[in-house]
C-alpha cells in the first residue's frame, strides 16, 4: 500500500486524468518463477495477498510529450492478480525522470513511482543503451537492438488493465496504445538487485520497440480490492 506523504513537495503541475501522451518504448516479456517474484519482485502487501499468474513484463518508455511534459520510466509488471473480481496486470516496481510525473501518478492512479536518472544512448536509429541510477547507484541497464520490419500495432482489440491500491482503494486503469512496433534483441543486461528486479538472471521469451506511439491514460475507475 502507498503510504500518503503530507510533506511531499507539491509539483509544478497538477494534471488530473485523462493524459494523452507520445514517445518510443520497449516492451519485453517474461514468465516467472512464483518463488522468484516474492523474492525479488517487490511485491506490495496487496500484491502478495492476490498474486495468480506469473507473466508480465519489463517496459520502458520515453515519453516526448505528457500532461507534464517530457519524462522517462522503466517499470516491473510481475504477473497477473486477482483484484476487484478479475484479472488485472499490476506494477509493483517503477522509476520516472521528473517528480511531476511521480507525483500525478500516485494521485491519479495509485501507480508506486520513484524518482531516477535516465541516461539513453543512441546508436543509431536502430540501437540505444538505456541506463538508469539513483545517485551513484546503477540501478538499471540493456543494451537494445530493433530488427527487421516494423508494423503498425494497437491495443484496441485486446484491453490491457492494470490495478493499484491507493490508500486501500483499487483503482482500475485501461491505458490505450497506437503505434508501430518492431522485434528487438537485447544483451547486457544489468540489475541491482535492491532496486529493482534481477531480470538480468532471466531470458525474455519477447522484446518488441514502439516507435512514435501515442497513449490515453484514462481516469482510473474506484473499486473494493
Not at 502487501?45 to 507473466?55: D, E, I, N, T
Request: charged residues 20%.
Amino acid at each position: 500500500m502507498i503510504i500518503y506523504d503530507p510533506f511531499s513537495p507539491v509539483p509544478s503541475q497538477i494534471a488530473p486524468a485523462p493524459w494523452q501522451l507520445t514517445g518510443n518504448g520497449y516492451i519485453f516479456l517474461f514468465r516467472y518463477r512464483k518463488e522468484w517474484v516474492y523474492e525479488h519482485g517487490f511485491l506490495l502487501p496487496f500484491q502478495q495477498r492476490h498474486y495468480k499468474l506469473s507473466v508480465g513484463a519489463v517496459i520502458m518508455a520515453d515519453y516526448h510529450s505528457s500532461d507534464v511534459g517530457p519524462y522517462r520510466e522503466l517499470m516491473f509488471i510481475p504477473g497477473l492478480f486477482r483484484l476487484g473480481g478479475r484479472y488485472l496486470f499490476s506494477i509493483s516496481k517503477i522509476y520516472v525522470s521528473s517528480y511531476d510525473s511521480l507525483w500525478n501518478g500516485v494521485e491519479n492512479w495509485g501507480i508506486p513511482k520513484e524518482l531516477a536518472d535516465f541516461h539513453i544512448d543512441t546508436t543509431s536509429g536502430q540501437q540505444e543503451t538505456w541506463q538508469v541510477s539513483r545517485g551513484d547507484k546503477a540501478v538499471f541497464s540493456v543494451n537494445l537492438k530493433s530488427k527487421g520490419w516494423s508494423f503498425p500495432v494497437t491495443t484496441t482489440p485486446f484491453p490491457f488493465r492494470i490495478g493499484q491500491d491507493l490508500r486501500g482503494q483499487l483503482l482500475i486503469t485501461e491505458p490505450n496504445v497506437s503505434g508501430r512496433c518492431q522485434l528487438v534483441t537485447s544483451d547486457s543486461w544489468h540489475t541491482d538487485p535492491d532496486y529493482f528486479p534481477p531480470v538480468n538472471q532471466l531470458r525474455p521469451w519477447l522484446g518488441f520497440s514502439i516507435r512514435n506511439f501515442r497513449m490515453t491514460f484514462p481516469k482510473a475507475v474506484k473499486s473494493v480490492i
